[in-house]
């Protein structure tokens, strides 16, 4: 699939998040809203507005301007070392490696990396996601990086079988691996779907993330919005709506919980007991890949 230019496109609905032109912006600006959904034993739902970068990971050193900064302080900035191997290296060097170390030899172009930014000097990235393509700009694996509030984080390197380019129609799989709620075993897996679709006025991006455990799909999250160049007024706008967009990330969080906890919903503490039987369906690792390729990537 050829990736959507910065004119007018075609609606098609096999394009994919990040999925972009060499004329491309060097940062793109994603705002929408986050949605989740847990279904049982009460049902559970929220949806809070958010804003996200989207990065070049070849050209972060072009993004470094008096409002947004790579490695130091300004309103909004990324920090290389909150992510990848979170030693301050070039993040595309470490991909790429682990690319070639799961042998997704097709992802050899653009690497974008779609994460919150750190406002006013903080930030907590929930999940964060690697978007890599090949040199034709199609989409042949998706990293997410997901951290719990426990300071933990674990890595998931997906791609579709044999390596073929993701659509939205791919569903790429994984056995979940880090706990990241007290409300949740550590059981089962995650499927992610990504879509992106652009006409002449809007490109708009979504990200689709369902949870099952072992009694079948207990959670669903969906992060939508719309994709514009990272220029200083889109993210003055975006920064004037939101000042306190990470912090309140982490607020959120914790009264969501506590709404969890006056419903009752079981809870499980920071350390769970062991799930509850194998997961051959959603351990592709052991299961031969049977319906995409699943790596983790233990990142402490």
């Not at 890599?132 to 300071?151: K, M, P, Q, S, Y």
């Not at 995650?190 to 993330?209: C, G, L, P």
Request: some cysteine; hydrophobic content about 40%.
């Amino acid at each position: 699939m050829k990736p959507a230019r910065t004119g007018p496109a075609s609606d098609d609905a096999n394009n994919v998040a990040g999925n972009v032109a060499d004329l491309a912006p060097a940062a793109w600006l994603l705002t929408g809203r986050v949605m989740h959904e847990r279904l049982r034993p009460k049902r559970h739902r929220f949806t809070y507005p958010v804003f996200y970068v989207r990065c070049d990971l070849d050209r972060l050193a072009s993004l470094d301007s008096g409002w947004f900064g790579i490695d130091r302080w300004r309103p909004l900035s990324l920090h290389r070392r909150d992510h990848g191997p979170r030693d301050g290296s070039e993040l595309a060097v470490w991909m790429r490696a682990q690319l070639a170390a799961a042998g997704i030899e097709e992802a050899n172009g653009t690497i974008w990396l779609q994460a919150f930014p750190r406002v006013f000097g903080y930030a907590f990235n929930p999940v964060s996601v690697w978007f890599c393509h090949d040199r034709d700009g199609r989409l042949r694996a998706l990293l997410a990086e997901v951290r719990n509030t426990f300071g933990e984080r674990h890595s998931y390197l997906l791609g579709a079988r044999h390596n073929a380019p993701i659509t939205a129609d791919t569903a790429l799989t994984c056995r979940k691996v880090l706990h990241v709620s007290p409300f949740c075993r550590v059981e089962g897996g995650y499927t992610f779907r990504v879509d992106e679709r652009a006409n002449e006025a809007v490109r708009r991006a979504s990200i689709a993330i369902d949870y099952h455990d072992a009694d079948g799909l207990l959670i669903r999250t969906a992060l939508t919005g719309r994709l514009q160049p990272l220029t200083r007024a889109n993210a003055c706008a975006a920064l004037l709506r939101q000042p306190l967009l990470t912090i309140g990330v982490v607020v959120r969080i914790h009264w969501q919980a506590l709404r969890l906890a006056l419903k009752k919903t079981p809870f499980y503490g920071k350390h769970p007991a062991p799930a509850r039987g194998a997961d051959s369906s959603t351990d592709h690792t052991a299961a031969g890949r049977s319906s995409a390729a699943a790596q983790s990537i233990p990142s402490d």
